[in-house]
């Protein structure tokens, strides 16, 4: 069974047909997905929808790009929401400096905010980064020495240095459908030197659609596609990757139920 470790399905391009998401994405051998937080004025839609079923999870937290208007500068409101047990992770929270749509100190103080919740609660930080790759490898080291947290970069898009420092701190690297798009070799060399033991799939829907649904709205049981091409660049059948990242999946947001996902694949 596969596992889609970020997709945003309070968004309006899924959320106008939730069910249908869900129904084809078991189709698609999708067991269980991680929906992400976003914004704490829109977090109680977020996880209404995994309330509503088993073997779907969210975490919590304020993008880089809401950062002006609901960034955060200390962890509280952050813990409090973690006290649901369908909440698992903490983000996605980090750096974009891409479109600046929040000032850059915002952004930063923001992040140290979540990397404390993910310390103090031990949930995974669920980091964004783009165009800040030296920025968010600072903040995540400067961090570290204060205390260890667990994480991942999800989407990477980022250079190989990133990913060198992610698994320097015991991070995992989660890929999208970037994966891929033609022009993304470099990503597909880094990917090709990750250890499978760190990996993580994820569609981000209903964004980036991979080949061969390009074009269209992306949606968890698309995620089969980048599972398929990050098997053949590990040189390993799709059979072990899935097995692999939907492992690593329940190692890293062990407050998952995986027995949740393995009655959704069955039943």
Known sequence: MLIDSH?????????????????????????????IGTRLDQFDKVRAIAERHGNVWCSVGVHPHEAKEEGQ?????LIEATRHPKVIGIGETGLDFYYEHSPRAEQAESFRAHIAASRQTGLPLIVHTR????ET???????YGKGAFPGLIHCFSSG????????????????????????????RTIVRDIPLDRLLVETDAPYLAPVPKRGKTNE?????????????????????????TTENFFKLFSKAQRAQAERAACA
């Open 131 to 134: 165009d800040a790759d030296q």
């Open 7 to 35: 997709c945003h399905l309070d968004f309006p391009e899924l959320a106008t047909d939730e069910s249908g998401v869900l129904a084809r994405a078991k189709t698609a051998g999708v067991a269980g997905m991680l929906t």
């Open 160 to 187: 190989p240095e990133v990913a060198r420092q992610a698994l320097a701190l015991g991070m995992y690297i989660s890929i999208s459908g970037i994966v891929t798009f033609k022009a993304a070799e470099s990503l």
């Open 137 to 143: 490898g600072d903040i995540l080291e400067d961090e």
């Open 73 to 77: 500068s200390t962890p509280d409101r």
């Open 220 to 244: 968890p049981a698309f995620v089969a596609h980048t599972a398929a091409k990050v098997a053949e660049l590990k040189g390993v059948t799709v059979a072990e990757l899935e097995a692999a």
